[in-house]
Every structure is written in C-alpha cells, then in structure tokens.
C-alpha cells in the first residue's frame, strides 16, 4: 500500500546537546525541516519565566539565557541520567524528561506547520551511544510526554551509518566503520563492524570513547584569543560594555575566519573600531589556525588510538570513516584521520550537521517497513554498564555485565538473608565496581508478602531485560509466596 | 491513482513550471542587478574616501584622532571592495526545459509508442492485445480527459500487454514524474539561491555598515565635547564627522534597490527576543530590567513582495539592562542552568 510521506511521515529527531533537529523520510531519501527561520537546527535551549505562555525554546530562548540565565537551562542531555532532578524555571519545576519534552515538542511544531494535516505515524529519537538504559528510557519519555509514538531509540552514531547507508548501501561491502562525530561541545568517537549480507545490513558496534567537554566552541575561542594577540588588542582601561562588544565582534570574527579556513588557505579579518580608535586588520593564514588547535587535536588523536585499542583493532582494520558535526569540516581533520586511518577512507557525502536526524528517520522508515529495499537492519548494540542488584553486603551482583550485545536476557535466583522475611526492598544499580556504593543506583523494586520462612530458604528469580531499544525491565518471582512483578527500570 | 488524477498531476506540472520559469527569470534579473549595482557601491565608496580630506590647520592631537577615523572608514571601503569576491557566480540550470515534457511532446510520445508497436508483426495473442488496449487509450490532444474506467477484466489484460507497450495512462505518469524530479531540481536550486542571497547582504554587505556605526558612535561622544567647546575649528570637524552618515546612507540605499532594510530599535524599548540578541547585559538604575540599554548593531530586514511582514534576516544586537537584585549581589554573577555547573 502507497503511503503519504508528507502528511504521514515517519520522523527522526536528532535530540543534540547544543542542537536539535528533525527529518521526515520521503521516497527520496530524509529530508530536514527548516524551522520558521529557513536554519536545519534548533539551539536546544529552554527558557521560562512564568510569564509567557509556554516556555521558549531555540534562538529566542538562548537570547533571553543571556538576559536572564537563572530562568534558561542548556545542555539538559547532560542531565538525562536523573529523572528526579529540579530544574526550577519561572518559579515552575521542570524535570529533565519535561525540558527533553519540551525541546521535542518544539521541533515537532515547527514540522507541523509546513504541513497542512499532518499526522505523523511515529517518531525515531537519537541517543549517543554511551547512555545508559535509564537515560534512553527516560529520552524515550521525553518523546511520549510529548504526545508523539515512539517508534523507537537510535544511537547516533548509528544513525549516521545509517544516512551514509542510504546513500552508499549498493556500494557497500562489509567494512570497519569509525564514526567521528565532532560537534560544538562532544566529541564521540564510535567504531563498528558493517556486514551487507543480501537479506540484511547488520551494525555491531565494536568500542566507543570521547569528550563530553571538546568542540567547536573551543576552537573558536582559541581562535579568537590568538587573533587578540596577533593584533596586539588591549582590553585594560576601556569600559565594560566596550570590551563586551568588541568581544562579540571578535569571536565572530574568529569563526568566520574559522570557516572560511576550512575551505580556503587565507582569510583577512577587517573590523574598524573594535574599540574606540582601534582597527583589525590581519592576514590569517590556514596554517595559524591549525596552529592554534594543536592542543585540541593532540587529545582528539588519543582518543582515536584509545577506541580502536578498545575495538582490539588497528588502524589498518577501518576501513571508512564517517564525519558528524560541523567542526569535523576542518581539513586538518581530514589530514590527521588520512595520516592515521589511510588515504581515501573518509566519507564526506553527507551533511555532518544532519545526518543523525537524517539517519533516525531512515531507521523509522525501517521500523514502518516503508524503506524499498527489503533488507534486514540488525543493530547489535552492547551494554556500556553492567547492570545488577546491590546485596544486603554492600557488594554489586552483576545480572548483565558490560559489552553485552543487546536485546538480551540474563536470570539469576537469590534468597533472604533473614528469617521470617515478609518484604524486602531490592536496589537495581548499573557500573564497574564490585561495591554498590560506587555504583549508580537506577531503581528499587519493593517486594511484600513474602512467605515466612528462616534465612536462605526462599528463592527468589530475578530476571533483567533489555529491549533492542534499550529498555530495561526486572522482573521479581517467588513460588511460595505466588509473586510475580515486573518492572520497567526508572530512577528511585 | 486513477486516470483523471494523473492527468491533473501532469496538468499541475505545466502550472508548476511557468510558475519556476518566472521565478528563475526574477532570480536573473535580481542577480544581474546585483551585479551592476555592486560595481556601483563598490566606486561610490572608493569616490567618496578618495574625496575624504582631512580638514587643514588642526592642533595635531585633533588630526591624529581625525587620521585614526579615516583610517577606519578606509577599512570599511576596503570591505566593500572585498564585496564581489565574497558573492559566488551562479551556477544556473541550464537543461531543465530539455528535460521538462511538455504537452505537446507527451502527445508525440504517445502517437511514437503506438506507431512504434503498431508496426511490428504481431502474433494472434499480442493482435488481440492491440485491440483491447484501444479501450485504455487516451485522446493524444494536450490535457486531454481519459473518458473510460477500466474493467477489472480489462486492466488485466492491459497489464499481459505491459512487455510490448506502456499504455497511455502510464506514459503520462512516467511523464509527469519525471516532471515533478525537474520542478523539485529547480526548487532546490532557488531554495538555496535564496539562502545564498540573504546570507550575502547578512554576511558580507551590512558588516560594512556595522564598522562604519560602531565608529560613527565613537565618534559622536567626542562631538557633543566638542560641541561644548563652540569654535571654528570644532565646527570643521564635526562637518567631517558626518562622513559616517553620508557612507551608511549610500549603502541603505544599496540594501534597499534589493528590499532590504536596516532595523534599528529604540533605547530603552523593552527587549524583544523576536528581533533582537542580547550580547549582554549592564545595570543602569535609571532604566527597568530588560530595556535596551544600547544598540550595538543594527538589524536587517527583507520586505518580500508577497508578503505583508517582513522578514527578519538578522537581529538587531543590543545591550540590556538588568539590575541585581540586594540578595543577589554577595553571591556574584548568575549562571544558566547547566550540568555541569
């Protein structure tokens, strides 16, 4: 049966840090929702306080962050590993699914209205590849409180895989693929093994790693403070709005020189009166800013032999890399990956800044079986933590352990540790150490009625689950005592 | 789809097309005078630094400060040089009407694909094929409406002739999808025109303009000095001073042969977060929170022709006024929300 792509389109959301934005799938591949500003993205900002009718997001909301910066909140992924936590905007309490929410909602208005009737049939968000079953389950939320059907969860660097895939699926052979996805504030860095069998594309993922703190926006501020520098600006002894303004205009300054690096080998910066009575006006050539970004690029080459070390491979083994994030432009980065990886291994086809979105609507189509090839897509995912229940000695029971491929299931029994036991509260953590207390704690599941019996009589099954998309549930059973409860996993 | 709705979507491509032949030629013409009228900028501004003499006779502290804003301007009429080399030449579709069909070709394509199987010896079972496909045939006059349904009986039969022949009705789908790839090839090609055009006059023209404002509002602290000290040679330097002015008037009439305009709000309005970026904020306890302390720089709008608001292509910046509240002066600044933090 044909589909309506446009008014019943599956959409992928790539839920970012600093950004966000949303793709449909059509018949000729993803295609990004501009929002009512003609931009790709949305600045994942979520300001309120309480006198507007709903909470402002985007642009408008990272403009009244700068007024008013106690009533905004920036980077709430950071935050998605705690659903209980604060978030007090406006006199109002927000938690980090409800700004999640909020963000969602935000993006999927602005789709709406370039639709009359629209009426999406389900939505694909994205998560990085190092969150945990908590943190999917509660993205996963985020997306229902938003009223929309979640068709399911993709890491983003599969995602990306993904849009290349679409692009490239009959070029493919089976392929190491390192997605190195470079963006304003993360730098993450994925490594997977691709098989293209005639029935299915499978993607396991083999290692992953990265800086939650490194970015473009680092780049650009090195970069402006080494134009600072070059052209001898003193700020000492000017006022302080003089000094704010001439800032602005020189971090402008330094990523459009930054940008137009990236494509050319020389740039001039002129800004007549920066200052009172102060001009720029400098040569920059490629070589400076590459200069400037040496410490970055140092840590970013450990990071890479760090996750192929991880992937038990080496560096001959990729066979392709992927670009994700505009800061991955740079063409330094070509040449470090080139000198590292091999000539001709880097892909480029793609948007960097939208090909997670992009890749997420590709993997709804997928899920709403509306892609026309007819192949299989296996995502073998691992656990990043170990998953168990804390016991009554402080040590971490570990049901799944890290690195498990996902979906998978793993039972263990247990029994009380007291006599005449009538209830027990049994603590879910998720980590590497052998002791809870190092551990997080992702949940407790309250057991009562519990037959009466003495110590280490009363076995008790405990079973972990988790879902291909990330989902955990537990589920508690005792025989004589006729309990059964299952549980998804929320933070306690 | 049946057969008088693919004839009204290879109708609406025709609609379509005219409609983006339109829209290119405006496009061509906008890109042309673009052209011409950056040569023009580009002179004037040249003319107008070329005839910027210094005032004579003036102490040389006066000079120096008058040297250091010529020198500013010279940067600016240095960026207006850097104009051209700044706008990319463009690359327009040239073969899209080659691969546009028309009507009439439709009809010739169909009277080509019955010829062409008309001619060729046929077996007793593709005979009889022939002669039921008759029944599916569309008149060959351009838009022509299919008159009759099919039968289930008959579209079987139409589709056992599908190896010989395409059927009218198919050929005309064929035809007009292969219509909507051009019209969709060209809207990208506008789309992202636009976005050049508009990330043109935001990007590379109204930053001339930002230099000249920011030293145009340097400069007007040191008038209202020299205002107080009423002399001649004052008075001489306060008429050069107005050189500001007389290079952003030439570029807002530049912004507006494209209908763009310059958009300035006043001091001390209330902040709007839809028109202006704050790039921070200072007290003043003469003013309220969120009124605009100052504007930093001015915004551009697009008036579109089609449309009664304009469009905001860049927000003004602005400084705003925040006061801190008693509490809140022992804990220092305020951070956003943030993990991390």
């Known amino acids: 049966m044909k589909v309506d792509n446009e008014k019943k389109p599956v959409l992928g959301i790539d839920l970012g840090t600093t950004y966000s934005a949303i793709a449909r799938w059509t018949e000729k591949g993803p295609k990004v929702y501009q929002n009512p500003k003609g931009d790709y993205t949305c600045a994942s900002v979520v300001y309120y306080d309480g006198r507007q009718e709903k909470p402002l997001v985007g642009a408008y909301a990272a403009g009244k962050a700068v007024i008013d910066p106690s009533n905004a909140i920036i980077g709430v992924k950071r935050m998605m590993d705690d659903a209980d936590q604060t978030i007090t905007l406006g006199g109002k309490e927000?938690?980090?699914?409800?700004?999640?929410?909020i963000i969602i909602k935000d993006v999927?208005?602005?789709?709406?209205?370039?639709?009359?009737?629209?009426?999406?049939a389900g939505i694909v968000v994205t998560v990085p590849y190092y969150f945990t079953a908590v943190q999917n389950t509660n993205t996963s939320e985020a997306a229902e409180k938003a009223g929309l059907n979640v068709l399911g969860i993709i890491q983003e660097p599969i995602a990306a895989a993904l849009a290349y895939g679409i692009h490239e699926e009959e070029a493919l052979d089976d392929e190491i693929i390192m997605v190195f996805d470079l963006g304003g504030g993360t730098f993450d860095i994925t490594i997977f093994r691709?098989?293209?069998?005639?029935?299915?594309?499978?993607?396991?993922?083999?290692?992953?790693?990265?800086?939650?703190?490194?970015?473009?926006?680092d780049f650009d501020n090195s970069m402006m403070n080494y134009i600072i520098e070059k052209a001898g600006i003193e700020f000492h002894g000017h006022e302080e709005t003089a000094v704010l303004k001439a800032k602005k205009v020189l971090l402008e300054a330094a990523k459009e020189a930054k940008e137009t690096l990236s494509f050319e080998e020389m740039t001039e910066i002129i800004k007549p009166n920066v200052l009172p009575g102060r001009h720029i006006e400098l040569d920059i050539e490629r070589s400076e800013l590459e200069e400037c970004l040496v410490p970055f690029f140092q840590k970013i080459d450990m990071i890479i032999d760090d996750v192929i070390d991880k992937a038990s491979l080496s560096k001959q083994d990729i066979t392709r890399v992927i670009k994700v994030g505009g800061s991955s432009r740079i063409p330094k980065m070509d040449e470090m990956l080139a000198k590292k990886i091999g000539d001709g291994k880097i892909y480029g086809n793609i948007d960097p800044d939208l090909c997670v979105a992009e890749g997420a609507s590709v993997y709804a189509a997928y899920l709403e079986e509306r892609l026309s090839w007819s192949k299989e897509i296996d995502i073998k995912t691992a656990t990043a933590h170990a998953l168990g229940i804390g016991l009554g000695d402080g040590r971490f029971s570990v049901l799944i352990p890290a690195n498990r491929r996902t979906p998978c299931e793993a039972s263990r029994t247990f029994t009380t540790n007291t006599d005449n036991c009538e209830s027990l509260d049994i603590d879910l953590y998720?980590?590497?150490?052998?002791?809870?207390?190092?551990?997080?704690?992702?949940?407790?599941i309250h057991v009562g009625g519990l037959a009466k019996r003495p110590a280490g009589e009363l076995d008790i099954k405990i079973t972990f689950r988790i879902s291909q998309q990330q989902n955990v549930s537990v589920t508690v059973e005792q025989k004589e005592s006729n309990i059964r409860k299952v549980e998804n996993v929320k933070l306690s | 789809m049946t057969k008088e709705e693919v004839m009204q979507a290879f109708e609406q491509t025709q609609n379509s097309f005219k409609q983006k032949e339109q829209e290119i030629a405006s496009w061509k013409n906008q890109v042309n005078l673009l052209e011409q009228k950056m040569d023009g900028i580009v002179n004037a501004f040249q003319a107008m630094y070329d005839g910027l003499d210094l005032p004579a006779d003036l102490d040389e502290e006066t000079e120096n400060q008058l040297q250091n804003r010529k020198d500013g301007i010279r940067l600016s009429v240095k960026s207006a040089s850097r104009l051209e080399r700044k706008w990319k030449d463009i690359q327009w579709p040239e073969d899209f009407a080659e691969n546009f069909v028309t009507p009439e070709e439709l009809v010739n394509e169909i009277k080509a694909n019955k010829e062409q199987h008309s001619d060729k010896p046929k077996n007793s079972e593709q005979a009889e094929t022939s002669t039921e496909q008759k029944q599916d045939e569309i008149n060959t006059e351009p838009a022509a409406e299919v008159e009759k349904e099919e039968t289930s009986e008959q579209k079987n039969q139409a589709g056992l002739a599908e190896t010989e022949r395409k059927s009218d009705i198919e050929l005309v789908q064929e035809k007009a999808e292969i219509n909507e790839k051009v019209l969709d090839g060209l809207t990208d090609f506008t789309n992202s025109l636009q976005k050049q055009f508009y990330s043109f006059f935001e990007k590379a023209v109204v930053p001339v303009i930002d230099g000249l404002y920011s030293g145009k509002k340097f400069s007007a602290e040191w008038i209202s000095q020299l205002q107080e000290q009423n002399n001649e040679e004052n008075e001489r330097v306060i008429e050069w001073l107005d050189v500001y002015d007389r290079f952003i008037q030439e570029m807002t009439e530049f912004l507006e042969t494209f209908n763009f305009h310059l958009y300035e709000p006043e001091e001390g309005a209330l902040f709007d977060e839809e028109t202006m970026e704050p790039i921070g904020v200072v007290e003043n306890h003469e003013m309220e929170d969120e009124q605009v302390a100052e504007i930093v720089r001015f915004g551009l709008l697009s008036k579109q022709r089609d449309k009664e608001e304009p469009l905001l292509i860049r927000p003004a910046q602005v400084i705003v006024v925040k006061n801190r509240e008693e509490q809140q002066e022992d804990t220092g600044e305020e951070q956003p929300n943030e993990s991390g933090q």
């Open chain 1, 94 to 101: 927000f938690s980090p699914i409800d700004i999640s929410s």
């Open chain 1, 108 to 120: 999927f208005e602005y789709a709406k209205k370039t639709t009359p009737g629209f009426d999406p």
């Open chain 1, 194 to 217: 691709f098989v293209n069998d005639t029935d299915k594309l499978t993607f396991e993922v083999l290692a992953t790693g990265g800086d939650d703190r490194l970015g473009g926006l």
């Open chain 1, 430 to 444: 998720q980590g590497s150490s052998k002791l809870v207390r190092n551990n997080k704690k992702i949940g407790t």
